[in-house]
Every structure is written in C-alpha cells, then in structure tokens.
C-alpha cells in the first residue's frame, strides 16, 4: 500500500538559511499534518491543512510557514535557520470520515534537518 | 508532551511479556494510540483505542484503557528483539476542529537475549 512519501529525507544547512520540505499524503488522504521531532524528544505538533486550509496550528515558529497545494502534497518552509531547528520533521496525512471526525494518522519516514 | 507520561526505560528479557504504560490528562480524548519508532526511522502506527472503549487485542498486543485514573497500557505478548525500540502513547481529541497527536514521552524498551 502506498505511504506518506516525504523528500528529501536528509538536509543539512548553514544558520540563516532556508530550507523547503516536502510531503506527499497517501492517495485520497485530504488532510496533513507536520510534526518537529527534536533529539531525545516526543514529536511536536507544528500545523495541519485540511482541503488546502489550515485547520490547526501548534507552536511553529514565526520563521516558519506552510501550505497544502491542490494536488494535496504539503511543503514546510523554514527560513532564518537556526541550530535548534536541527531535528526529525515529519509529515503525517489522514482522511476525514462522513461524520466529519478524522481517521488515524499515518507518518511518513521523516525529514532530518541538520543546522550547521 | 508534558500531559502524556511514560516511563522512560524498560528492559525485558526474550519470550516474557513487556507492559508499557501511559498516563494522559485530558479526559475528553477521543482517541488513544500507540506508535513504535526504531532507531533513525519513522513513526509507525501499532494500534489504537476508542476512548469508549476498555480493551483491544490485536495478535501479539493487548491495549488496556481505564478511563476513570486516565491511564493507558500496551502489553506485547512473547517479546522478540525485533520489538527493541520506542514506544509512545499518543491522545487525540479526533474531532474535526482540533485532531492533532499529543505525544508522551516515549518507551523505551530494550528486548535482550
């Protein structure tokens, strides 16, 4: 069966740069959501798009910003890079029910972001 | 997450059966999981649970719910080394304005010969 697909799945950068990460939901799946994994850490809610609307918003960074497009992939740009925004990004997509609650959560492998 | 908590470490030996528990606070989950994440690699969905719901067996794992001390366990029959990684409990409200995972702090557990 097909997965979340994430890319690239290692990146590594200088501080003040930026970075684009992209995430592509399973086939049908109408919702994503972008996790932040730091070393040692339980992952992190960042945001969610539902229909190519942002549907929730967790402690994201001001620096950071993100979209869902009308294919339903989602990209996360990062800007301003610091070395505390090293770690595991990951996306995670779903699909709504008819009872307009959410289905499970299914993650992709991870983007692991190294700031230099 | 500071309103998911789990033991740090466990350590068991091959063959016994492995307990891993979870306290959550937020009493109006809707949805209760339970991921594993080896070394480097992703989050995989093992199983989850309806808050409505006491117990769920689902071949070698068994996730028990009481909602009343809010606490949430997974135990794996038969524990082989493959099972050797992180286990978190994760909560969801599930609804359709706020659905995100609240993550624990993660299990992990060590399967030795």
């Known amino acids: 069966a097909a997965g979340v697909i994430q890319s690239p799945r290692h990146l590594i950068k200088e501080k003040r740069e930026t970075a684009t990460l992209k995430c592509y939901p399973i086939?049908?799946?109408?919702?994503v959501y972008w996790y932040q994994q730091g070393p040692g850490q339980d992952p992190q809610f960042l945001i969610s798009?539902?229909?190519?609307?942002?549907?929730d918003k967790g402690s994201i960074p001001d620096r950071f910003s993100a979209q869902q497009f009308s294919d339903y992939h989602s990209e996360l740009n990062m800007s301003s890079l610091e070395l505390g925004d090293s770690a595991l990004y990951f996306c995670?997509?779903?699909?709504?029910?008819?009872?307009?609650?959410?289905?499970?959560?299914?993650f992709g492998p991870g983007t692991r972001l190294t700031v230099l | 997450g500071e309103d998911v908590e789990q033991s740090l470490f466990l350590s068991v030996r091959e063959g016994d059966s492995s307990v891993i528990n979870c306290t959550y606070t937020?009493?109006?989950?809707?949805?209760l999981y339970w991921y594993k994440q080896e070394p480097g690699a992703g989050l995989q969905l093992l199983t989850y649970?309806?808050?409505?719901?006491d117990m769920k067996q689902d071949q070698r794992l068994t996730v028990l719910l009481n909602k009343k001390d809010k606490h949430l366990s997974l135990r794996i029959a038969d524990t082989q080394t493959g099972d050797s990684a992180i286990y978190f409990c994760?909560?969801?409200?599930?609804?359709?304005?706020?659905?995100?995972?609240?993550f624990g702090t993660g299990t992990r557990l060590q399967v030795f010969p």
């Open positions: 086939p049908r799946h109408d919702t």
């Open positions: 995670a997509s779903s699909l709504s029910t008819r009872e307009g609650a959410r289905d499970t959560q299914y």
């Open positions: 649970i309806f808050s409505n719901m």
């Open positions: 994760a909560e969801s409200k599930g609804d359709y304005n706020t659905d995100k995972l609240i």
């Open positions: 798009f539902y229909e190519k609307m942002q549907s």
């Open positions: 937020d009493s109006s989950s809707t949805y």
